[in-house]
C-alpha cells in the first residue's frame, strides 16, 4: 500500500459539512481503520462472536439478535459506572472540546470531536433510556441503533485513543476515555473489534506478555542485556527472573525487553538498579506491565492485571516497581488497588537506599521507576555525568495516561535535568495535563491505521518540530512503550532528525557506575560527542 | 386559579424530576478512581504538588468541584487551536466563552435571588439592577449567536439547545419589559407570589399579559430542568473525574460490583512451560 506524502495529509478541511449531522455513515477507507480481531484470539479469550471479517465487509455476521444485545449491554453500563450514566446526561455541547482532540486536529473530520464522538452513543442513549428521545426521536436528538450506527462505533471509537485531553477542558470535567472504554464493551459484546488489541491480550493470557514472548525467550533476552552492558562497562549486573525471596517484583512493559528503542531504557533500569543494589527480581509469568485488556473490557483488564499481584504474592515479594509505561501506569494507579487489591500481603513500599517511604503507594504498594530514581538522584545516590548526553538537545512528551490519570510530571523532568545538560519544554499547550497524544494510544498502532497514526500524531509531532527549529531539539524523551513504538516513525514522517528515548535510557548514558570502565559508546553503541 | 395550578405544577415537576435524577445518579456506583489529573502529584517530599488542579484530600477535590460549579476553571482553560503552514499549530487562549458564560451565570443567578423578595415578607434583598439585566441579556444573545455564527458549533447544536435558550429569552425579555418600560403592579405579583409560598394561592390580579409570558415561560423551563442538559446545574457535582481525590495508591477504592478475576493462574502457566523452563534454568514450583 502506498503511504500517502506529507503534504497530501496536511489538506486538511475543517469545515463542516452542510449536510447536519449525523450525515452518512463511517467511510472505511484503508489506512483509516485496523483490521478486525482474528477469530482464534477471541476463541481464545472467550470473547463472543469469534468469525473472519473485516471492517470494509458489508455484513458483519453479527448475531441476530445484536441489537437487543448492545441494548441490554448498555442498561447494564448504565447501572454500573456512574461516569457514563452522568456522562450521557449532562453534556451542554459548548463545543470546548472540539479542538482539543488530536484526531480532529488532524483530520478535520467533525464526529472526532469529542463532543460529537460521545454523540454517537448519546443519541442512541436518548432513543433507548429517556422519555424525551423515546417520543419525540430526531427532534430530541435521539436516532435508533442501526448496522451503520453500529459501523460508526466501531470506526470513530476505534479513532480515540482515551488520552483524556478533552476532558481537561471541560466544564462538567466529561471524560471522552470512559465513553470510548464502554462503547468498545459494547461493541465486543457483539465480537467487534481489533486484532492489534485482542491479539495482545490473547498472548498476555497464555505467556504473561503481549509480545507472545514464553519463558525461557524471556530469560534469553535479559542475559543478553547483561551480557551487554558487561561489554559496554565492564560490570556485569543481575538480572534475575521468577526468584523467591527478592524485595521487589520489577514489572516493565514487555515492548522494554524487545523493542526498539524501548530496548535501552531496559539496559538503563538494569544499571540504576545495580548501582542502587537493589535485590528485585523480574516474572517471566508476570512479564507484562502494559494491559492491552484496558481496551477490550474491564474485565479483561481485571484478568490481565490479577497476575502482578498473584505473582507478587508467589514470590514472597515486599512492594512492586513499575517500569516506563503510559497505560500500565493508568492501570497501576487508579485501577490495580480496586481490581485486584488488597495487596495485603505486601508491605508499603520503602526504598531501600535512601529509606524514603512512598507513602503515596502505601496501600497499592506499587511504585513508578521515575519516583524511586527521582529519589534516589535527589537524594543524590546516583553519580551522573550530564556530558555523556550532550550530544542530545532533548525535549520531553508527556504520556498522557501518567500526566492526566497520575499527575507524574516533576519526577522524569527532574531525571532529565540531572541526566542531560540540553532539555528545553515544548510549547506550554501541548505539555503536562495539556499534553498531545502519539496518536497511536489504545491500541490503535497497527501499521494498517497508518494515516490515521499519522493525523493523530501531527498536533504532537508540530510541536516537535518548533522545538527542532528554536532548540535544536534532536532527542524526544518518554517515559511510555507506544510512544516508543510510534513516535519514532511519527518524528520521521512529520519532522525528520529527531530520535526517541526512554528516560531511563538517558539516565543510564550518565550513571556512572561503581568500577566501571571507560565506555567507548552510549547505550546505542554511538559515540559519545 | 389555573396560573397557580401550572405555577405549581411546575415546580412540583422540578422537584420531583430534580429527586429522581439525582438518585438515578447517586445510586449509580463510581467503581473506579478516576480523577481526572491536571497537575503534579503529590510523591517525594521536595517536589511541590498541586492540592487544588490534583488534589490529595476529599478537601481538596471539593474546592476543586466548587472551583468548576462557581468560577468554572476548566473553561478558563479554553484554548483555540489554529492550523498554520510548517505544519504548525498554534493555540491561542480563547476566554470569550468562559467570560460570556460567565456572565450569563451570575447575572441570572443574582436576578433570581433578586426574585425571592416576592416571596418573603418583609423583602430582605432588592431587585437586581439595570446592569444585571443587561449582562442577562447579552450573555443569553452571546450564547445564541456563537451556535449560530461559529460554523462548527452549528453544526454540534441539537434543535433541543435552542429550546432552554428560547425559554430563556422569553423568561428574560418578558421579565425586562415589566420592569423598566411596561410596569406591572408589583404589589399584586408579590400578593400572588406570597400566596403561592403560604400554600394559599390566590388568583393575580391587575397584572398584565407580559407577567403571565413571564410565568408560563419560567414554569416551563424550571419543569424541564431536570429532563433535559440542563441538568448540568447538578450534574456538575457528580463528575468523578473532578469530585475524586488523587490518592488511589495510598487509599483503596472498592468497587461494590466486582467480581475476582478469571486469572490464567501460575500454575497452570508453568505447567504448559515447564520443560522449556527446566531446559533453560528457571526456578519451578514442581518438577
Redesign the interface.
Known amino acids: 500500500m502506498a503511504e500517502p506524502k ?1 503534504d497530501e495529509l ?1 489538506q ?1 478541511d ?4 452542510h449536510a ?2 449525523p450525515g452518512p455513515g463511517a467511510q472505511f477507507r484503508k489506512g483509516t481503520y485496523s483490521h478486525a480481531g482474528a477469530a482464534k484470539n477471541l476463541k481464545y479469550l472467550g470473547l463472543p462472536n469469534p468469525r473472519d471479517w473485516q471492517p470494509p465487509d458489508a455484513d458483519w455476521k453479527l448475531p441476530e439478535n445484536w441489537r437487543e444485545i448492545v441494548i441490554q449491554g448498555m442498561r447494564e453500563r ?6 457514563f ?2 456522562f450521557m ?8 472540546c ?3 482532540c488530536h484526531f480532529y ?1 488532524g483530520t478535520g473530520d ?1 464526529r472526532n ?1 469529542p ?2 464522538r460521545a ?1 454517537l452513543l448519546r443519541s442512541v442513549y436518548r432513543r433507548y433510556f ?3 428521545g423515546r417520543a419525540l426521536g430526531r ?3 435521539a436516532r435508533d441503533l442501526t448496522v451503520d450506527v453500529l459501523k460508526e462505533w466501531f470506526y470513530y471509537f476505534y479513532q480515540c485513543t482515551e488520552c ?1 485531553r478533552c ?9 471522552t476515555a ?1 465513553v470510548t472504554m464502554v462503547a468498545r464493551e459494547l461493541l465486543n459484546l457483539v465480537g467487534c473489534n481489533i486484532n492489534w488489541i485482542v491479539e495482545p491480550v490473547a498472548n498476555c ?4 506478555n503481549h509480545l507472545g514472548i ?3 525467550g524471556f ?2 533476552t535479559l542475559d543478553f542485556a547483561v551480557d551487554e552492558i558487561a561489554e559496554l562497562t565492564g560490570i556485569r549486573v543481575e538480572a534475575s ?4 525471596g527478592a524485595e521487589i517484583l520489577f514489572v516493565a512493559p514487555s515492548a522494554d525487553f524487545y523493542g526498539t528503542p524501548h530496548y535501552y531504557t531496559l539496559l538503563g533500569y538494569l544499571m540504576v538498579l545495580h548501582e542502587a543494589r537493589v535485590d528485585y527480581t523480574f516474572s ?2 508476570a512479564s507484562e506491565g502494559g494491559n492491552f485488556g484496558m481496551f477490550v473490557s ?2 479483561l483488564m ?2 490481565l ?3 502482578i499481584y ?2 507478587a504474592r ?1 514470590l514472597g515479594v515486599k512492594w512492586v516497581l513499575g517500569g516506563e509505561c503510559g497505560h500500565m501506569w493508568r492501570v ?4 490495580m ?6 495487596p495485603d500481603f505486601l508491605e508499603p513500599p520503602v526504598s531501600p537506599v535512601t529509606g ?1 517511604v ?7 504498594c ?1 511504585v513508578h521507576i521515575c ?1 524511586f530514581t ?2 534516589l538522584v ?1 537524594h543524590g545516590k546516583l553519580r551522573l555525568e550530564p556530558a555523556r548526553n550532550d550530544r542530545f538537545a532533548v525535549t520531553f512528551h508527556d504520556s498522557c495516561n501518567t ?9 522524569p523532568r ?1 531525571l532529565l535535568r540531572a541526566a542531560c545538560n540540553r532539555f528545553f519544554e515544548m ?1 506550554e ?2 505539555i ?3 499534553t498531545l497524544c502519539c496518536g497511536s494510544g489504545a491500541g490503535l498502532g497497527g501499521d494498517e491505521n497508518f494515516e490515521t497514526r499519522m493525523r493523530g500524531g ?2 504532537r ?3 516537535v ?2 522545538v527542532k527549529e528554536a532548540h535544536g531539539v534532536n532527542l524526544l524523551a518518554c517515559i511510555c512503550a507506544i510512544d516508543k513504538a510510534s513516535l519514532p516513525k511519527l518524528l520521521d514522517y ?1 519532522v525528520g532528525g529527531v530520535e526517541v528515548a526512554g528516560v531511563h535510557e538517558l539516565v543510564g548514558n550518565a550513571l556512572v557506575i561503581e568500577g566501571e570502565k571507560p565506555r567507548a559508546t552510549d547505550l546505542r553503541g554511538e559515540a559519545y560527542v | 386559579m389555573v396560573t397557580a395550578a401550572i405555577a405549581y405544577l411546575a415546580f412540583a415537576i422540578f422537584v420531583a424530576g430534580t429527586v429522581w ?1 439525582v438518585v ?2 447517586a445510586r ?23 492540592w487544588l ?2 488534589p490529595w484530600t476529599p478537601a481538596g477535590a471539593a474546592c476543586r468541584t466548587a472551583l ?1 460549579a462557581l468560577l ?1 476553571r ?2 478558563f ?5 489554529q ?1 498554520l ?5 498554534i ?1 491561542r487562549p480563547a476566554l470569550s ?1 468562559w467570560a460570556g ?1 460567565l456572565l450569563f451565570h451570575v447575572c441570572l443567578f443574582w436576578v433570581w435571588i433578586g426574585h425571592l423578595r416576592f416571596f418573603v415578607d418583609p423583602a430582605l434583598l432588592g431587585p437586581a439592577n439595570r446592569f444585571v439585566d443587561a449582562g442577562l441579556l447579552a450573555g443569553l444573545a452571546f450564547l445564541f449567536l456563537r451556535r449560530v455564527l ?12 435552542y429550546l432552554p435558550l428560547a425559554l430563556l429569552a422569553t423568561v428574560a425579555s418578558s421579565g425586562i419589559l415589566m420592569r423598566w418600560w411596561f410596569h406591572t403592579d408589583a404589589a399584586a405579583v408579590k400578593r400572588f407570589a406570597l400566596g403561592l409560598a403560604t400554600f394559599h394561592p390566590i388568583a393575580p390580579v391587575g397584572v398584565g399579559l407580559l407577567f403571565y409570558v413571564h410565568l408560563f415561560a419560567a414554569s416551563a423551563l424550571v419543569a424541564t430542568i431536570p ?3 440542563l ?2 446545574i447538578a ?2 457535582f ?5 469530585n475524586l481525590p ?10 461494590p ?2 467480581a475476582p ?6 500454575a497452570e ?2 505447567d ?2 515447564r520443560d ?2 527446566r ?5 519451578l514450583e514442581r518438577q
Open positions: 506529507p496536511v486538511i475543517y469545515a463542516p459539512p447536519p449531522w448504565l447501572e454500573k459506572y456512574r461516569s450514566r452522568l446526561d449532562i453534556c451542554v455541547r459548548c463545543g470546548a472540539a479542538d482539543k486536529l467533525p470531536m463532543v460529537l454523540e429517556t422519555p424525551a427532534l430530541a436528538g483524556r476532558s481537561v477542558y471541560c466544564p462538567f470535567g466529561i471524560d470512559e493470557q497464555r505467556t504473561g514464553q519463558p525461557h530469560k534469553d527472573v521468577n526468584r523467591k517471566a509469568y474491564h474485565e481485571q484478568r492485571n490479577a497476575k498473584a505473582e508467589r497501576l494507579h487508579q485501577y488497588n480496586t481490581l485486584n487489591g488488597p524514603t512512598f507513602s503515596n503507594a502505601r496501600s497499592a506499587a519516583e527521582a529519589d535527589a500526566a492526566r490519570g497520575m499527575g507524574l510530571l516533576e519526577e527532574l510549547p499547550n501541548t503536562r495535563e495539556r501531527l498536533p509531532a508540530a510541536a518540530r518548533q512529520w | 435524577r438515578a445518579w449509580v456506583p463510581v467503581p473506579f478512581p478516576i480523577a481526572l489529573t491536571c497537575g503534579q502529584q503529590k510523591s517525594l517530599d521536595g517536589i511541590r504538588a498541586a488542579e490534583n468548576e468554572f476548566s473553561l482553560r479554553n484554548s483555540r487551536a492550523f503552514p510548517g505544519p504548525r499549530f493555540y466563552l458564560a461559529d460554523p462548527r458549533l452549528r453544526y454540534l447544536t441539537l434543535l433541543s439547545d429532563f433535559t442538559k441538568a448540568h450534574g456538575v457528580f463528575s468523578p473525574t473532578r488523587n490518592r488511589s495508591r495510598a487509599r483503596r477504592h472498592v468497587n460490583w466486582l478475576a478469571q486469572v490464567h493462574t501460575y502457566w508453568e504448559e512451560f522449556r523452563m531446559v533453560a534454568g528457571l526456578p
